[in-house]
């Protein structure tokens, strides 16, 4: 016996019939997307349950997967059974055909094989001290008093580690320009409104260079000259080394140098995808996340004692790895996650035939997205699911399908370990350097940057005196 779920419409009293019709449902349905995404899918549970299905009139449906059974057994579907890359279209503009996010099957299988060593191990020990030192240059200048607009300086932090961990710069005319240039590029789509050129292709036109879509395409022809021009030099470097040059242990070296089962590496085109890859996701993702963690920290008293207290602990000069071992720390960058994940959905798994899943039908060609936010707001699973609370994370162990901020299965984030450093040992520096508050303590709700959800861009943090 299967189970059913049901189709969300705008007015079951009104149903809407016909082409004009059903595009615009789609229309509007997608705007509402956009700009009020959380109450999108908080109304649609309310109504139809955390199984929902979108579309399906004249072509296969878009199911939001809120059941974490479901997910479960998604999950484990290999690319034989789905496919997930072909799906991520809305990102080609801005990662590029040889991203891994837009590969499938063996194409995916080799680059995540070449693309994972510098994200494990002693690599990522290494990037440790690194973020430290990073966030205290990023917050040298702060002074007692000072009201800060929270984003722009975790971002200049996130693309400041991202971009050395990367690229191994840590000076230079390339790096400065880098470094502009990217923050320039994710500021074209921070809003609500100029997040809809993603969204809809019949906007993505090229007005001139002070039209949204035409700047964006000339920052990024900018970004490309500056990729390749590092590419080509890195691997004139490593063909001929210097008498006096270390080894090199940035990603892009590490990247040149991998090979696959059959003795090749990455072309120049894969690299140069593969970086708009890892700079975007390492960066922008990152840097939403730290602001949400400066706002829980300081909106709950309680959490920033506790938090105060364990770092206490470690003494003055603590070792980066002892830092990101914190269990009090670990839980609230846990939280933070959960209550607002950065993707509120993870990848679209598009069905290559019919299939039953934890006792739901669905025909071939259904595209089903784990609903990250659904799952994350369950209280079944999270007991008061809007309220912020760490311990939770020490009173259960949660399964990857209950439990996904960075996706999960074969398509799970592969930066996901740096990330979670990054977050623990960036906050932990600034605890100990400052004693901060928000200058206005009031409930917030993310709103719509790019393809991610973020706190509001005005958000804002006061230092109230230097540690």
Not at 186 to 194: G, M, Q, R, S, W
Not at 259 to 268: A, I, L, T, V
Not at 402 to 429: D, W
Request: with cysteine; charged share 25%.
């Amino acid at each position: 016996m299967t189970t059913q779920f049901v189709e969300a419409k705008p007015s079951e009293r009104q149903p809407l019939d016909g082409p004009k019709a059903k595009g615009l449902r789609r229309t509007l349905r997608l705007l509402r997307l956009i700009l009020r995404p959380t109450d999108y899918m908080e109304d649609n549970v309310r109504r139809y349950g955390p199984m929902f299905q979108i579309g399906g009139d004249d072509s296969p449906p878009l199911v939001y997967v809120g059941d974490p059974e479901v997910v479960r057994e998604i999950f484990l579907l290999d690319s034989s059974q789905v496919s997930t890359g072909q799906n991520n279209g809305i990102m080609r503009a801005m990662v590029g055909d040889h991203s891994i996010l837009l590969l499938d099957g063996a194409s995916h299988q080799r680059q995540r094989k070449l693309l994972m060593p510098p994200f494990h191990g002693d690599r990522l020990k290494a990037y440790g001290q690194l973020i430290c030192d990073i966030t205290r240059q990023v917050s040298a200048s702060w002074q007692p008093g000072q009201t800060i607009i929270a984003r722009a300086p975790m971002q200049e932090l996130t693309l400041g580690v991202i971009l050395q961990a990367v690229f191994g710069l840590r000076e230079g005319a390339r790096l400065a320009e880098l470094q502009q240039l990217m923050s320039t590029l994710l500021d074209v789509f921070a809003y609500p409104i100029t997040a809809s050129f993603l969204f809809f292709p019949g906007l993505q036109k090229d007005w001139g260079p002070w039209s949204p879509w035409g700047r964006f395409l000339r920052l990024r022809e900018r970004l490309r000259q500056l990729l390749y021009g590092e590419i080509r030099d890195r691997r004139q470097s490593l063909a001929q080394p210097h008498p006096d040059s270390t080894e090199r242990s940035d990603i892009l070296s590490l990247l040149l140098q991998a090979r696959d089962e059959n003795g090749e590496g990455m072309s120049d085109a894969e690299l140069h995808d593969e970086l708009v890859t890892l700079i975007l996701a390492g960066h922008e993702t990152t840097a939403s996340a730290m602001v949400w963690l400066l706002y829980w920290i300081h909106f709950l008293p309680e959490v920033e004692q506790k938090l105060r207290l364990e770092l206490s602990d470690l003494g003055s000069d603590p070792d980066p790895m002892a830092i990101a071992q914190l269990p009090y720390l670990s839980a609230v960058c846990q939280e933070a996650l959960r209550i607002y994940p950065i993707t509120p959905t993870t990848f679209i798994r598009l069905l290559r035939s019919p299939m039953t899943l934890a006792g739901y039908d669905f025909v071939a060609g259904t595209a089903l997205m784990p609903a990250t936010y659904i799952i994350h707001q369950r209280p079944d699973l999270y007991p008061e699911p809007k309220r912020f609370r760490p311990e939770r994370f020490w009173e259960r162990q949660y399964a990857p399908h209950e439990y996904l901020p960075f996706g999960g299965g074969h398509r799970r984030c592969i930066g996901s370990a740096l990330a979670m450093m990054e977050l623990k040992l960036s906050i932990a520096t600034l605890q100990q350097r400052f004693e901060l508050e928000l200058p206005r303590s009031r409930p917030l709700k993310p709103t719509r940057r790019g393809l991610t959800l973020a706190p509001p861009a005005s958000m804002k943090i006061r230092v109230k005196s230097k540690r």
